[in-house]
């Protein structure tokens, strides 16, 4: 069976929190399967860094999903009030196999609804505001990834990778992630973690 995985786009999205796993989906895909961006129009899409990306569809024209992922990104402020957006994700949630975001994309998923009742995390920077914003939603320090349910959160810009191989996992094997990890040669060491 294929998948479709569909990333949303907006104005000042972080470009990390969904180009990370856009390279490991599309690593990860096999035959028949599609990675796919989906904005509110095709117009280009202005990220927080300045890349200009052409949207695939529309929330109009967007096909079936089966993983819907919100990144996150200053322009998550403005979207969590975006109501097209909102009903985008209100009517795709309920069809997907996996619900996800990246970084402050969890302030999109509290407002469209799926966030609801679950447990999250979001970028250690965005803490407080979302505290603030949706105070009865537990909200999960020192975690890369979360999982409740369906929904998976995961925390700010590159922790979007982690949580995309560890849903490759599940949608193929967990011998498929581990295969889409070594071919993305990603094995984090950053430089500067320890004085030398």
Not at 67 to 93: E, K, M, S, Y
Not at 99 to 128: I, M, N, Q
């Amino acid at each position: 069976m294929s998948l479709t995985i569909g990333i949303v786009l907006f104005t000042d999205a972080e470009e990390l929190d969904w180009a990370g796993p856009w390279e490991v989906f599309t690593m990860a895909r096999t035959d028949g399967d599609r990675v796919v961006t989906i904005a509110e129009t095709l117009d280009p899409v202005r990220c927080r860094k300045g890349l200009r990306v052409l949207p695939d569809h529309t929330f109009e024209d967007a096909p079936t999903l089966d993983v819907v992922l919100v990144p996150g990104g200053q322009g998550t402020r403005v979207q969590r009030t975006n109501g097209a957006l909102l009903d985008f994700i209100r009517r795709v949630a309920p069809q997907c196999q996996w619900v996800t975001s990246v970084c402050t994309g969890s302030f999109v998923l509290e407002a469209a609804g799926p966030a609801a009742g679950k447990r999250v995390t979001t970028h250690w920077a965005a803490f407080d505001e979302f505290r603030s914003l949706a105070p009865g939603i537990e909200l999960v320090e020192n975690a890369r990834y979360v999982r409740d349910g369906n929904l998976v959160t995961s925390a700010g810009v590159s922790a979007g990778i982690d949580m995309s191989l560890w849903l490759v996992g599940q949608l193929y094997s967990v011998e498929h992630a581990r295969t889409t990890q070594m071919a993305m040669e990603y094995n984090p060491a950053p430089p500067y973690a320890a004085l030398v």
